[in-house]
């Protein structure tokens, strides 16, 4: 068994910044890429950040420069920082995370999300 677990989201003004996190617990021998997306009302999930096992990051234009993801791969989880935000970035959050299981199995899991409401 995998579970991802975010927390951080809630409701912040313009220009505000939260930080969410997500916690990856259970069977895991590694987890190679790590990623937020997110999904506004009416509209498709989306990628917002995604960092490799090695660092390597790739970020959504409408967000470049605003928000910074990480990760501690000792603890498995990562991390999105979001700066200057704007009503556009209301929606809810998901974690993602490819994980090898420690019974060789492999495959993508995802949170259960947390929203982020920005309003003034």
């Known amino acids: 068994q995998v579970q991802l677990v975010e927390s951080g989201g809630g409701m912040v003004q313009p220009g505000g910044s939260l930080r969410l996190s997500c916690a990856a617990s259970?069977?895991?021998?590694?987890?190679?890429?790590m990623g937020w997306y997110r999904q506004a009302p009416g509209k498709q999930r989306e990628l917002v950040a995604d960092?490799?096992?090695?660092?390597?990051?790739d970020y959504a234009d409408s967000v470049k420069g605003r928000f910074t993801i990480s990760r501690d791969n000792a603890k498995n989880t990562v991390y999105l920082q979001m700066n200057s935000l704007k009503p556009e970035d209301t929606a809810v959050y998901y974690c993602?995370?490819?994980?090898?299981?420690?019974?060789?199995?492999?495959?993508?899991?995802w949170g259960q999300g947390t929203q982020v409401t920005v309003s003034s």
């Open positions: 993602r995370a490819e994980i090898f299981r420690i019974d060789s199995d492999y495959g993508d899991y």
């Open positions: 259970g069977s895991i021998f590694s987890i190679n890429v």
């Open positions: 960092i490799t096992s090695g660092g390597s990051t």
